[in-house]
């Protein structure tokens, strides 16, 4: 699976959008972007995930390059509950399944009242 | 079950014991992960199962880890002569299939003293 490189920490104003980017320059055609969080000491939480078109849910949207080397995670209106790790990473969606998938240090995010 | 259930959620053990970390994973999930946590770090992939086949064990450490799931449902991970350098969050996911979004459980928090 490809690499991932994410800031380490961004702090975001309450209300305000959050864009969380991430850069994956060496993504190969059959892998898919996905995002995760982890709230505290909880187990990591599936946000989205796309190949190449942009995606939102409920959650979150997220936003992916042409040449699809890097993509933005947007939290449209952030609240104190957003506060947590997030992590990007890209794996083969079709075959494979979750294995050796590296989830790096993420990015942590503080939402700021 | 309405998620992935782990036990126990506490471990504390002394160095050289054996331990059995136990996954229940939510009803009906085909594959089944492995991860390790270290403070600070996002989780480190171990092993996976789909059904009761070990699909890819590349990533436990050493030959002292070892993980079965006999019948496609609960997996044990289980380490043998624990060392200190064991103590770590050990987490268990699952997932309906190899390319679906993964549910973690709360983490087994082991402590090797």
């Known amino acids: 699976d490809a690499k991932t490189t994410q800031p380490t920490s961004m702090d975001c104003a309450e209300g305000r959008a959050a864009n969380l980017p991430c850069n994956h320059s060496?993504?190969?055609?059959?892998?898919?972007v996905y995002w995760y969080r982890q709230i505290h000491s909880q187990g990591p939480q599936y946000i989205i995930h796309?190949?190449?078109n942009n995606e939102t849910n409920e959650m979150a949207s997220l936003i992916i390059t042409e040449d699809r080397k890097s993509s933005t995670l947007i939290l449209p209106h952030a609240t104190l509950r957003d506060t947590a790790v997030y992590y990007c990473?890209?794996?083969?969606?079709?075959?494979?399944?979750?294995?050796?998938?590296?989830f790096g240090t993420g990015t942590k995010l503080q939402v700021i009242p | 079950g309405a998620g992935v259930s782990q036990s126990p959620r506490y471990k504390v053990t002394k160095r050289g014991q054996d331990v059995a970390l136990r996954c229940d994973p939510i009803?009906?999930?085909?594959?089944l992960y492995w991860y390790r946590q270290a403070l600070g770090q996002g989780p480190e992939f171990l092993t996976y199962?789909?059904?009761?086949?070990?699909?890819?064990k590349s990533g436990l450490p050493n030959d002292r880890f070892s993980a079965e799931r006999p019948e496609g449902s609960i997996s044990t991970l289980t380490i043998q002569r624990t060392e200190q350098r064991d103590s770590a969050m050990y987490r268990c996911?699952?997932?309906?299939?190899?390319?679906?979004?993964?549910?973690f459980g709360q983490g087994t928090r082991l402590t090797v003293v």
């Open positions: 009803s009906g999930h085909v594959s």
């Open positions: 996911a699952s997932s309906l299939g190899r390319n679906t979004e993964a549910f």
């Open positions: 060496t993504i190969s055609g059959n892998e898919y």
């Open positions: 199962f789909n059904y009761e086949a070990q699909q890819d």
């Open positions: 796309g190949l190449k």
């Open positions: 990473i890209v794996r083969v969606g079709n075959s494979g399944g979750y294995q050796k998938v590296t």
